[in-house]
């Protein structure tokens, strides 16, 4: 997981204070360590799917609590297409 990268996107994209950003990498990082992945190897598709999402459900317990971890894929995988299309250009 590419955390310089992904600060300075989250920066960019306006969440205003340092813990908020701390907060979204964090919850990020945590899915990636829990559930033994990479983030940088996945895609979208992979997050959105259904057997994911329901396990990251399991884990994280509440409703509310992995939707804050879902968003917080969501901006990675966010971060990494933009990466990507910058480095092809």
């Known amino acids: 997981m590419n955390h310089e990268g992904f600060e300075v996107y989250l920066k960019d994209l306006g969440l205003e204070t ?4 701390r907060e979204v990498i964090s919850r990020a ?31 994280v317990g509440s409703p509310e609590k992995t939707d804050l971890f879902y968003r917080a894929l969501c901006a990675y995988m966010e971060f990494c297409g933009k990466r990507e299309m910058l480095s092809n250009k």
Do not use: P, Y
């Open 29 to 59: 990082r945590w899915v990636e360590t829990t559930m033994n992945i990479s983030l940088d190897k996945m895609q979208m598709s992979d997050i959105e799917d259904k057997n994911f999402k329901n396990g990251l459900g399991e884990l």
């Open 18 to 21: 340092e813990h908020e950003v």
